[in-house]
């Protein structure tokens, strides 16, 4: 549909400029936190995760920018309307949330809301004027036309309202990083139905019988499976080896499998190894060993502990291959159980 519409009246045009350009540097203040301590808690919040700030970047200078070439182009204008709409609908949800979630209010937001509301204002002032004006020389083009932008005007504040319902949560930073954690420890085919955990314990003689196995068989498996090594600590000892294994897994995936090899060997003559021990030991396979926080030992140790729930390991070693997509599973325990055949004819046969 063609846009004909009147030029808007100066005063309102720069109006508007100047209310979007009040959201630019208020959303500059917010990412940078030069904002009061009200506004802390709207920081925890998210958008399909992503910070508000973020958004308000990338937003708001696009919208100031199809306002200013709304002058030369009629279409900008229309963008711009729908834009302003599309925000207004969100912002009674980051307003309820406030009220009603956060249970205080955040002024540079209020303020954002409120300059955005100026413009819409200036928007709607104009659409108003021209809508009255067809009116009145009852032509039927231009009425059509306002009809349609006023439509599609409802149609997108209601699209802002419903994305930001949707979409708006609070971010919670321990529960990131153990999601980060379980996402960043398993190995191969992360789009495979099929995943295979291995359950061992660093001092578990047994469990070191295994480890040939377990890394002749790794390459294939990982070609078909998603494939995830589980500290199961049947022997105190090896919660001391967690935080370097978790740390290898996570940072150094190219060369695990020879710093695992590197560490089982370690941990037949010393229990308890240094963070200088484990570099020295990093260092002979080119890479830097890298020290996790204690929040990410702890997360990983939780997740650890829940598979080993979930999946009745009882003792080590102990190999269980799952599609989760039927959740069916099979479990392997104990050396004679374990072998790079049994392994692959499991899988085969969860893969049919």
Known sequence: MPVNQVKPSSTTYWIVALALLGTCLLAISSYLQLCSQACAEGHSYRLFGFTFETIGLILFPFTTATH???????????????????????????????????????????????????????????????????????????????????????????????VAFGGIGKYNPLQATEDNIKENISFG????????????????????????????????????????????????ETLNFTPYNVSFMINNKDKYFQLRRALTNLSESNDNPSNEEIQELASKFGVKYKQLSYSEIALANKFFTHLIKQLDAEGTPTVVVVNKETQKGKKLSGTKKITEENIMRAIKSFTK
Request: aromatic letters at 14%; one cysteine or more; proline letters at 5%.
């Open 68 to 162: 200013l070439l709304s002058g030369k182009v009629p279409f900008f204008g229309l963008l711009t309307g729908w834009l302003l709409c599309t925000m207004l609908g969100a912002e009674i949800i980051f307003i309820y949330v406030q009220k009603y979630k956060i249970g205080s209010w955040c002024p540079v937001c209020l303020s954002i809301a409120a300059l955005l509301t100026i413009a819409a204002l200036g928007y709607f002032c104009d659409f108003y004027r021209d809508f009255k004006q067809s009116l009145e020389k009852l032509d039927g083009g231009p009425i059509m036309v306002n009809i349609y932008k006023g439509l599609t005007g409802i149609g997108f504040f209601c699209i802002g309202f419903l």
């Open 189 to 236: 085919n992360q789009q495979s139905n099929i995943e295979v955990y291995v359950f061992t314990d660093w001092h578990c003689p047994a469990c070191r019988s295994i480890e040939d196995i377990l890394e002749s068989a790794a390459p294939k498996i990982m070609k078909v499976a998603k494939l995830t090594f589980v500290d199961d600590p049947v022997h105190p």
